[in-house]
């Protein structure tokens, strides 16, 4: 008995961490952890539960994530019930009180984030698997990825006050880099970076820059604005509602999903009403996932024509984008590439 | 704000006071009065137009800020924090939401069966409380459940279970109430109350996770109709390895129907011996649980959760006579992670369980120990979303003891199933058994079609 006791307590020394004073996060997505590295820098060390090819609704708590959570200092969540269903038997079995539900190291990242589709009124599982606190796929739009910034560096400021500078440094780093890949470095010196933003969300950043005059007037075409400023209005199909936040950032249209409702797949009746609209609003784009069933998209195609991007939903695709920025900017360029335009 | 809110109830006053003013007007007023007084409610009115307009305007400006993502404020507060003073862990950061206070979910499962054997043979072959009562329809696990953060430092966990018997009856059964400790320091977890005892994997599932609709045979007869479950505690250790390892010490209540191979009901019989009267007179008298379970990811897709128990405790045939319970269990779980909604999927459950008995003397018997063992193993495949097909193949035996007793002697039984889910919270299932057995002569045949519903809280996916 003293004999294993003995054993216990040395692997326990040997996995006890160094001390080095680096925040331990675990997010579950890896978009969430992309932002934190990029905030955090070597100040943090950060782990992900959800693969870039796994749908972030449907995990199975793998007793492996519970160790990793026994450990953190802060768990970053989407929120909204994303993950509703493999996060609470995690954190509750990893004996770690901070990062419960309501403990200090329990980050929902969804603060501060303009939600959309929330239900009005009472929601009953008859419209399948709806979010009653909105619609969770927010970073989907960049403008998300500034706030979820600032709400990442204040939670780490609050872990680890020593590092708050280096946070704030960090995350002024990451929006200017968020800034310029979707106005353009031009942009970004001449009007700034938040006015930017601002303008564009209300619609008025083209005549915004006319007034200024011809030199920021033909910088309006760089970054991800610039790539999408030709497919406002634009319809497309996508397989899942993941994609309503870009759509109203860049101005395309929806025109249908391939599920019946949200997590309910398509009905024969369902892909023959799909079918007509695609036809009739002439959508050229279906986006879908890697998790999601291919029967269903390779029979529109057949069907309609319609083109069928299978796009991650994170960042961490081998050879694919390793970061937020990177895998935004592919999607950008996947929808940008649209014919017509 | 909280300052234009002040000017707003000043506002709504000014408003309220003519009203009551008006109400309270005796009707011979001068006209120099009234159009004083209608002079003051203009007056009134404007300035609370004006203070409305201002309010309105400070908050359109907060919101266009905020959806701007302007971060001015949350610089400022970095800023104070870096500045010093700030406490390591400041108010806990969550979004705004409901209150969750308890969450309530009801699982209704109903079975229709038809087997070649009489309901007589049918209730010897399935002993389980949850099982098919036999021909015809069954109602056996209506689930109230009941869950809830209590605070900061406890989870309750309610199940009461409603059936109706082979009888016709309304049997309700307080199946587990227990609490669940959050916040214990050293990767302690503390689990008190009434509750299924943590041995091997399908002791401590409810019958709505049971990939098929009956229970195994060995678990049937090692732990009785119920399950080994009752009051007790708990305490858990997850150790601080590179690894899941998780280190469950439980102590138990030995006595009742829901500790068949232990304690017992008085008056009831063991192989032939009568169980005697029995009271805690020592820690001896109770039900020790070990377990360690571990787990290990071999690939993305593959995860391995091998675990031993051991239980040790009394048996009421006699004196000081003993029962110990070993069991080996095994679970493997393939599932791609760019799986749809978790399809496709396949697993392997395995459980071998193996029992000493000591036996006292009685009536010609002799004071021997009787060996027990049986296992199950299950396999299952997520073919294409939402069909799942299931095989399930068991042994049980014993040694020792008089012969003829159904409950020891050697079964067999071949089990295949397929299950539609048609969403989440509901499913259909058609099961066939085949089942062997020295004493039933040919094997006895059993087809089901179960059907269950789960409504209510979202419940947490486990492992």
């Known amino acids: ?341 | 704000m909280r300052r234009n809110l002040h000017f707003l109830y000043a506002a709504a006053l000014t408003l309220s006071l003519p009203c009551l003013g008006g109400e309270e007007e005796p009707p011979g007023l001068s006209p120099e009065l009234r159009a004083w007084l209608e002079e003051r409610d203009r007056k009134a009115e404007a300035r609370t137009k004006a203070l409305l307009e201002e309010q309105r305007n400070e908050f359109g400006a907060t919101l266009a800020r905020a959806k701007a993502g302007d971060r001015m404020l949350e610089a400022e507060v970095t800023q104070y924090l870096a500045q010093g003073g700030a406490p390591a862990w400041a108010a806990p950061v969550q979004a705004q939401g409901a209150l969750r206070l308890i969450d309530v979910s009801f699982v209704g499962l109903g079975v229709a069966a038809w087997s070649t054997a009489e309901d007589a043979t049918f209730r010897k072959l399935f002993v389980g409380d949850h099982d098919p009562r036999g021909r015809g329809f069954s109602a056996p696990n209506e689930e109230l459940n009941l869950a809830g953060v209590v605070d900061p430092y406890f989870r309750a966990d309610v199940a009461i279970v409603l059936s109706i018997t082979a009888e016709g009856e309304t049997a309700i059964e307080l199946e587990e109430a227990f609490l669940t400790t959050l916040s214990l320091p050293g990767h302690l977890q503390v689990k008190a109350g009434t509750f299924f005892n943590s041995f091997g994997r399908l002791n401590r599932q409810h019958p709505h996770v049971w990939a098929f609709v009956d229970k195994p045979v060995v678990l049937g007869r090692l732990f009785g109709p119920d399950a080994l479950r009752g009051p007790g505690a708990q305490v858990s250790w997850l150790a601080p390895l590179p690894f899941f390892a998780e280190l469950v010490f439980a102590v138990h209540n030995a006595g009742g129907e829901t500790a068949v191979s232990f304690l017992g009901e008085p008056g009831e019989e063991f192989a032939g011996r009568p169980l005697l009267e029995s009271s805690v007179r020592s820690l001896k008298n109770l039900l020790y649980l070990v377990r360690v379970e571990t787990s290990f990811d071999l690939t993305q897709a593959l995860t391995l959760v091998p675990g031993v128990s051991v239980l040790f405790g009394p048996n009421a045939t006699g004196d000081a006579m003993r029962t110990a319970i070993y069991g080996v269990d095994l679970y493997v779980k393939w599932k791609p992670p760019e799986s749809d909604r978790g399809f496709p999927f396949a697993s392997v459950q395995i459980e071998a369980l193996f029992r000493d008995y000591e036996a006292a003397a009685f009536d010609g018997l002799p004071d021997e120990t009787l060996h027990d063992w049986g296992f199950y193993a299950e396999f299952l495949y997520g073919f294409r979303r939402p069909w799942v097909a299931g095989v399930r193949l068991e042994h049980a035996d014993g040694a020792g003891g008089p012969g003829g007793d159904f409950l020891r002697d050697r079964r067999q039984r071949a089990s295949a199933n397929v299950t539609y889910y048609f969403s989440e919270f509901s499913k259909l299932r058609f099961q066939v058994n085949v089942d062997w057995s020295d004493t039933l002569g040919k094997p006895v045949t059993s087809f089901f079609l179960q059907f269950e519903i789960n409504f209510g809280a979202h419940g947490a996916h486990k492992f």
């Open chain 1, 1 to 341: 008995m003293l004999r294993i006791a003995l054993v216990f307590s040395l692997l326990a020394l040997g996995s006890a961490r160094a001390g080095d004073g680096r925040v331990r996060v675990v997010a579950t997505v890896p978009n969430l952890a992309s932002i934190c590295r990029a905030v955090g820098g070597d100040r943090v060390e950060v782990s992900t539960i959800c693969a870039w090819n796994q749908d972030a609704h449907a995990v199975d708590p793998r007793p492996s994530y519970v160790v990793k959570l026994r450990d953190a200092d802060l768990l970053l969540v989407t929120g909204l019930d994303l993950e509703m269903g493999w996060v609470p038997p995690l954190t509750e079995r990893s004996r770690n009180a901070r990062v419960l539900r309501g403990g200090p190291g329990y980050v929902d990242c969804s603060q501060g984030i303009d939600v959309l589709e929330v239900p009005a009124g009472p929601v009953t599982r008859a419209e399948g698997d709806v979010h009653p606190f909105g619609n969770p796929h927010y970073l989907t739009d960049p403008g998300n990825a500034r706030v979820v910034a600032g709400t990442i560096a204040g939670v780490l400021a609050r872990a680890s006050p020593a590092g708050a500078g280096a946070f704030e440094a960090g995350r002024k780093a990451f929006e200017r880099l968020l800034d310029e890949a979707m106005f353009g470095a031009a942009l970004v010196d001449g009007v700034g970076g938040a006015q930017l933003w601002r303008l564009h969300a209300e619609g008025r950043l083209d005549a915004f820059l006319q007034e200024q005059g011809p030199e920021l007037g033909k910088a309006r075409g760089e970054g991800w604005a610039g790539r999408m400023r030709g497919r406002r209005g634009l319809p497309i199909v996508t397989y899942h509602k993941d994609l309503s936040y870009f759509v109203r950032r860049f101005g395309l249209e929806v025109a249908g999903h391939v599920e019946v409702k949200p997590g309910i797949p398509p009905s024969a009746r369902h892909l023959v009403e799909l079918t007509e609209t695609i036809r009739r609003r002439e959508a050229p784009l279906l986006v879908t996932r890697p998790y999601a069933e291919r029967r269903s998209t390779d029979l529109l195609a057949a069907r309609t024509g319609i083109a069928v991007l299978v796009l991650p939903l994170d960042c961490g695709e081998p050879g694919g984008a390793q970061d937020y920025l990177g895998w935004m900017d592919a999607t950008v360029a996947a929808l940008a590439r649209l014919p017509g335009g």
